[in-house]
């Protein structure tokens, strides 16, 4: 291995006459070796041989450094024109890690008619997010559970094919519920990609997981080769469930219980498209037969297509995400199994009901099969037929999946080179891909590269036979910054339609989600997709891989590349309200609290504090030239019946004392400082000594996890 390797822009602009555009890729961590990076370039609005020049490359990023760059020429026509875009995409590297962002995008300013683009909107937040770590020191999280029978431990799938139980509130693992890395490829985007529990648990105490297999043969094949451990040639996926074992408290799974439900067909190297020693990303394989069309295994061949076969035809795009619907029955998401570089003919089995590739499956999760009631399934149909168990259709690399409250599916697509898009819909929903990819707000647009195939032209002169017509996406977010509203340049998302009580009400049905390269994080009203929220930016700079509603209502994160799993505390951003009372005065943040003897002065947050989330105060005090005797501040938490009129002791006492149901700490000064500490100045501007002091008269402390409370510093 050497370094992570990824683009340095996710855009770029290029004037017609520069004659070149260069585009940057960095390398991070090891750089001891030299890393060949092969590259690919695929026209948008622009063409290639009049816009630009070239189609595929090779760069070395040489040992020692880490970036190199790729120039592509540029050619200056003399038309009058729009801007006009390309795509370059990283498509392998022959050592260290692919990372996202792989596609930078390239416009190209006409010079005849220029054009500049609209700013991007700015990222400006109405809210203080504060990410507080539950679990740190996993090995790339990609997604987790809550213990259906304790909620404070969580399932963490770990992407290397570990499934760990870590305990919340202590952040400890408890145990290794499986280890399955041996069978699982983790190559690039592939792994243990999911984790859910039966609903029924007490009485089908079942773990489903979703993960891209290495089968038996590739032990003993050369590190580094595509048909070895977790080599990067074609692969399938499996989807099976372990039985929890109740004697360690379902924290373990009972050994050789694992049930594959769906994908059984892929058992060894033998069931892949070049026995795993082909790698279908690359161009040069355009043409190849697809491994779930390998027609010599006879009777599970339906349209030319196997069945029960979970295509892996490309190191990336499996999809990869497991629910439970309302209904009690397990959904599967599964990706297009296809080159993200180029327009690859494998990807039209998408719109093939017979085919489970780029498909939502709705399957009985006890048995994998398919369900009568499902869209495409008909009269007397084998169940187990690929058509019985598909849902929804239409998608390339439909990384997350979840459900709105009112049961819609929601799921995150990772786009091409233009768009990435929030999806949601019913039985039957076709979301359009490969022949259409975003647009927003309703408009479906014509997908770069495929558009131009005599399949997409006969799908748009006749389109969905006997199926649903394309359904457009609830939010398309473009790549391109001169598009309106926010960019998004690799989308995911997690488990959340949020119906808990921890965050403002402005929060209720809104789905997290992230822009991965770019560490953004945002939320959009399911009920008014045109309600989008920017929340923060992670200060990795990259996005979470997974969010999920816990049980205490808080929003929960996997983050991949710190390697942590946590929880979010989110408050509005609203200038504080502050109630003067007693001997005090002054306005806009500065108050005197007393400036004459035996006085008493307060300053009162008309605000809650939620003691359930971290919280902090900031405050400076200048007590005076020359204070003497039993003088001081304190800071004080109550939960007192008069709110913000409750009142301390005055004159000779101090103020904690007569404020029933708070804590707080004094901050008191002596009559005579010298006798205390020594040596001191005479000007006692300073806080000589410190106690804590429950407030008076002693009471219990009632439920901090039950009640807000205000603060107050009385003097």
């Known amino acids: 291995m050497s370094g992570n390797i990824f683009l340095e822009a996710v855009e770029l602009s290029v004037s017609e006459p520069s004659q070149w555009v260069t585009i940057p890729i960095r390398r991070t961590g090891d750089l001891s070796q030299p890393v ?30 880490d970036r190199a760059n790729v120039q592509v020429p540029i050619i200056n026509d003399t038309l009058p024109e729009a801007t006009e875009v390309f795509t370059l995409s990283l498509i392998n590297v022959d050592s260290g890690t692919l990372l996202a962002p792989r596609t930078t995008r390239v416009n190209i300013l006409d010079d005849e008619n220029p054009v500049p683009p609209p700013a991007e909107p700015p990222l400006s937040s109405d809210y203080n997010v504060t990410e507080v770590p539950v679990a740190q020191g996993l090995d790339q999280p990609i997604r987790f559970a809550f213990s259906p029978v304790d909620p404070s431990l969580l399932y963490v799938a770990e992407k290397g094919g570990v499934l760990k139980v870590v305990d919340v509130d202590t952040g400890t693992t408890v145990s290794t519920f499986f280890d399955i890395n041996g069978r699982v490829n983790m190559f690039g985007d592939r792994g243990l990609l999911d984790v859910e529990f039966h609903p029924d648990f007490a009485n089908n105490p079942y773990v489903y997981v979703f993960y891209v297999v290495d089968p038996a043969g590739v032990a003993g094949r050369p590190d580094g080769a595509n048909d070895g451990w977790d080599g990067g040639g074609n692969r399938y996926s499996h989807v099976s469930r372990f039985t929890a074992d109740a004697a360690t408290n379902y924290t ?27 790698d279908y990303t690359d161009p040069v394989y355009v043409n190849a037969v697809a491994s779930d069309r390998m027609t010599w295994r006879g009777g599970d061949i339906v349209d030319g297509i196997r069945q029960d ?41 998408v719109q093939n009901i017979n085919s489970l590739s780029g498909k939502i499956l709705r399957v009985d999760p006890l048995t994998g099969d398919g369900l009568a009631d499902n869209p495409f399934a008909t009269a007397g149909m084998d169940l187990d037929t690929n058509a019985a168990k598909v849902y929804q259709l239409g998608l390339r690399n439909p990384f ?81 910054n001169g598009d309106p509203g926010f960019q998004v340049q690799a989308i995911t998302g997690g488990a959340v339609a949020y119906d808990g009580n921890r965050y403002a009400a402005s929060f209720q049905n809104d789905y997290f989600f992230s822009d991965f390269p770019q560490g953004e994080i945002y939320t959009v009203d399911l009920l008014d997709p045109r309600q989008v929220k920017y929340l923060y930016t992670t200060p990795t700079g990259f996005g979470m891989a997974h969010f999920a509603q816990g049980p205490d209502g808080y929003v929960y994160y996997a983050d991949l590349i710190r390697g942590e799993i946590g929880r979010l505390l ?64 304190a800071f004080l938490l109550h939960n007192a019946p008069a709110g913000t009129a409750a009142a301390g002791w005055g004159g000779g006492g101090f103020g904690l004392g007569g404020i029933a149901t708070g804590f707080g700490i004094e901050f008191d000064t002596y009559q005579n400082p010298d006798a205390f500490l020594g040596d001191i100045a005479a000007d006692h501007t300073n806080f000589y000594a410190t106690d804590f002091s429950f407030a008076t008269p002693a009471v219990a402390l009632p439920n901090l996890e039950d009640n807000a409370w205000h603060g107050v510093l009385v003097t």
């Open 570 to 633: 989110i408050t509005e951003k609203t200038a504080a309200a502050w109630v003067v009372g007693g001997d005090a005065t002054g306005t806009a943040g500065t108050y005197t609290l007393t400036d004459a003897a035996f006085e008493e002065g307060r300053v009162m947050s008309e605000g809650r504090v939620d003691l359930r989330q971290d919280f902090s105060f900031a405050f400076e005090i200048f007590l005076g030239a020359d204070d003497v005797g039993a003088d001081g501040i």
């Open 400 to 480: 997350s999946l979840s459900f709105a409250n009112d049961g819609r599916t929601v799921v995150t697509e990772t786009g091409w080179f233009s768009w990435e898009e929030i999806n949601t819909g019913g039985p039957g929903t076709n979301f359009g891909w490969p022949y259409y990819e975003g647009g927003d707000q309703g408009v479906m647009l014509r997908t770069p590269g495929y558009r131009d195939t005599p399949e997409a032209q006969a799908y748009y002169n006749a389109p969905h036979a006997g199926m649903s017509a394309p359904t457009p996406a609830l939010r398309g977010f473009s790549h391109a």
């Open 36 to 65: 060949t990076v092969t590259w690919g370039l695929t026209g948008d609005t622009a063409t290639q041989g009049q816009d630009y020049t070239g189609y595929q490359g090779t760069v070395v990023i040489a040992a020692g450094a």
């Open 252 to 278: 373990t799974a009972v050994a050789g219980s694992e049930v594959i439900l769906v994908g059984g067909a892929g058992q060894s190297l033998a069931d892949i498209s070049g026995n795993g020693a082909l």
């Open 309 to 349: 076969y979970l295509k892996m035809d490309a190191r990336s795009h499996a999809g990869g995400s497991l629910a439970f619907g309302p209904d009690g029955k397990l959904y599967i998401s599964t990706g297009d199994g296809t080159s993200f570089d180029i327009t690859d003919p494998r990807s039209f089995d």
